[in-house]
């Protein structure tokens, strides 16, 4: 007797949840992994983890525009690493970098 592989049941699974749920094109099994439901016929749907990455990547670049709404992704975060690797002024005048002109201590 042949016992079927955790692959070969995940997808049963899928088959079997996917018939259940035709307006899903991807659904999350026990094992934590998103497979792909047979039964979806709608457009094509990016991986629910990729969609994730992409909003992150987006709201990234959001959070390093300027006060003017302009990307300034090309300056990377500012610390330690990067401070010196760019002209602090032109990001000053540009918005990116803010700095208090009154020290608080």
Do not use: K
């Not at 094109?25 to 629910?48: F, K, L, M, Q």
């Not at 803010?98 to 201590?105: G, H, T, Y």
């Amino acid at each position: 007797m042949q016992f079927a592989t955790v692959a070969e049941a995940i997808q049963e699974w899928a088959f079997n949840v996917g018939h259940e749920r035709p307006e899903c094109a991807w659904i999350c099994s026990d094992y934590d992994t998103w497979e792909r439901n047979p039964y979806y016929r709608g457009p094509p749907v990016e991986h629910p983890e990729v969609e994730y990455e992409n909003q992150q990547a987006e709201a990234e670049r959001i959070s390093l525009q300027n006060r003017n709404g302009v990307d300034m992704v090309w300056l990377g975060r500012v610390n330690e690493f990067t401070f010196g690797r760019f002209d602090f002024e032109v990001c000053r005048a540009n918005g990116c970098v803010q700095v208090e002109e009154v020290i608080p201590f």
